[in-house]
């Protein structure tokens, strides 16, 4: 099986973590430090406050702007739930706005019908790897006086007009899950240009701890390992590498598959896609239905994945918090629940890989039992 995903961890990772573990020094330390300082001058931020997962950095970066009860924050409707729950976990309300077709990523000009006065921010997603809209949602925050988030966890090295994600809003949010571009096993980053943000972020990140069993704010235990962190330097070292092979992958894809009904992802000439995921949608005149060609997929070796395959708003949580579909209204979304379809992209795929899932989908019609 050609698996969807797959870690890219070698003897440089290795070799590091060993290092540590042989200091004895394994909590955070010198080397979340040195992380810290290759991901502000990697990414282009002042402040950068490495985390023990990407949901915990959406958290700090809400709890760090004041984002209370009684608040709502805008968030698309099609990304993968943590998004959402991070406001949740603030008693505040997430809004859900409706995506762009083409992109996925969510619709400025929907964000902007979805403004009350109770509206404190709005969470872009990169999704995918593929930059949303920069200037239309820092154009509406400017113009409501609202918090920009941007939520990086799928696009470390993807940029816009040539500067990387998460340096254009307020606070920025990555994660470091073992499937991202880049991995720690876990681990996330926020990142802001504000140092009052950034020394903010790092008290809620350590128990509120201003200096050794000084406590000047309710904080929590949010800290990464060196263990973590040492991975992590080695793994930023090969980034563009590994990204470099996701774009090459994806143009492959992009050049040789062609089947009709089947659409491959578009890409906006401005920014540099790092394909997170390479994410198809199956359109009517495709010869099978999105859950058949799934089928199909596995059936041959070829590992693919639905991401996602409900909207927010249509997960149990949420509609057991009162979310309904004539509420919400995101068509789009729904849609693109029903037709999305994730195939293999990552660096560990070889020439041989490419060309067996090019040949494998472009023969689905000559397939038996198709």
């Known amino acids: 099986m050609i698996p969807i995903a797959k870690p890219m961890i070698g003897d440089g990772e290795i070799q590091a973590v060993t290092e540590v573990l042989e200091t004895g020094m394994l909590a955070q330390g010198r080397m979340v ?18 985390v023990s997962n ?36 603030q008693g505040a309300k997430p809004v859900f706005a409706d995506v762009d077709m083409a992109t996925f990523n969510i619709d400025p000009a929907d964000v902007v019908e979805r403004i009350t006065d109770k509206t404190k921010a709005i969470i872009g997603v ?21 918090h920009l988030i941007e939520d990086c966890a799928q696009s470390i090295g993807a940029e816009y007009d040539g500067k990387q994600t998460g340096g254009f809003g307020t606070l920025g949010c990555f994660s470091f899950y073992a499937t991202k571009n880049m991995t720690t096993g876990e681990g996330g980053l926020v990142t ?45 070292k090969r980034l563009n590498e590994l990204n470099e092979s996701r774009i090459r992958n994806a143009a492959y894809f992009n050049k040789h598959l062609n089947v ?23 359109e009517d005149d495709f010869p099978v239905t999105r859950d058949e060609f799934m089928e199909y997929l596995i059936g041959a070796g070829v590992g693919c994945a639905v991401h996602y395959p ?20 995101c068509p789009n979304a729904a849609e693109l629940s029903d037709r999305i379809l994730s195939l293999p992209v990552h660096p560990a795929i070889g020439a041989e890989d490419l060309a067996y899932i090019v040949d494998t989908i472009n023969n689905i019609e000559n397939s038996d039992g198709m």
């Open 126 to 146: 990169h999704l995918f790897g593929h930059p949303f809209d920069v200037p239309g949602l820092r154009d509406i925050c400017e113009d409501h006086d609202l």
């Open 192 to 236: 802001t240009g504000s140092d009052e943000l950034s020394k903010k972020c790092r008290l809620i990140r350590n128990h509120g701890e201003s200096q050794k069993y000084q406590h000047t704010m309710l904080g929590y235990n949010y800290r990464m390992t060196d263990m973590q962190a040492a991975i992590g330097i080695v793994q930023l």
């Open 33 to 50: 430090a040195e992380f810290e300082g290759a991901l502000s001058g990697y990414i282009g931020v002042r402040g950068a406050t490495v």
């Open 260 to 282: 009709s009904g089947l659409r491959t992802p578009h890409k906006k000439r401005n920014v540099t896609h790092v394909y997170h995921q390479y994410a198809v949608v199956v």
């Open 54 to 89: 990407g949901t915990v950095a959406l958290d700090i970066a809400l709890k760090s702007l004041g984002i209370k009860a009684g608040d709502e924050v805008i968030v698309p409707a099609f990304t993968f739930i943590s998004t959402a729950n991070t406001v949740l976990f």
């Open 310 to 329: 409900l909207p927010i708003y249509k997960q149990p949580l949420y509609r057991e918090l009162g979310y309904t579909e004539d509420d919400v209204r």
